[in-house]
């Protein structure tokens, strides 16, 4: 199984900056694409940026130029560096791996979530 642990949420002024971490542990044999997502109350969840085991990234428009998604590889861990952050950007984000797994002589692929980590930025 995977697990997946973030940290890095908090509560920031508009214009400040946090740092999110999401953290991949298991039996994994491979995590092609970890992203982050979040969810507002009363929104749908949505994709803000993903990344692949290559390093080729994906970014929702409204945070183009402001977040940047990284990613260790060797730690199974990504980054989410958010900058210039807004009143709009207030919501819980999600963490998501596409992982390949193992349990016992089978392998297994899905897509596995973190449990939320809040950010809210107050105007």
């Known amino acids: 199984q995977v697990q997946l642990v973030e940290s890095g949420g908090g509560l920031v002024q508009a214009g400040g900056s946090l740092r999110l971490s999401c953290e991949a542990s298991?039996?994994?044999?491979?995590?092609?694409?970890m992203g982050w997502y979040r969810q507002a109350p009363g929104k749908q969840r949505e994709l803000v940026a993903d990344i692949t085991d290559s390093g080729s990234t994906n970014y929702v428009d409204s945070v183009k130029g402001r977040f940047t998604i990284s990613r260790d590889n060797a730690k199974n861990t990504v980054y989410l560096q958010m900058n210039s952050l807004k009143p709009e950007d207030t919501a819980v984000y999600y963490c998501n791996a596409d992982a390949t797994y193992y349990s016992g002589s089978s392998y297994y692929t899905g897509k596995k979530w973190g449990q939320g980590t809040q950010v809210t930025v107050s105007s």
């Open positions: 298991g039996s994994i044999f491979r995590i092609r694409t």
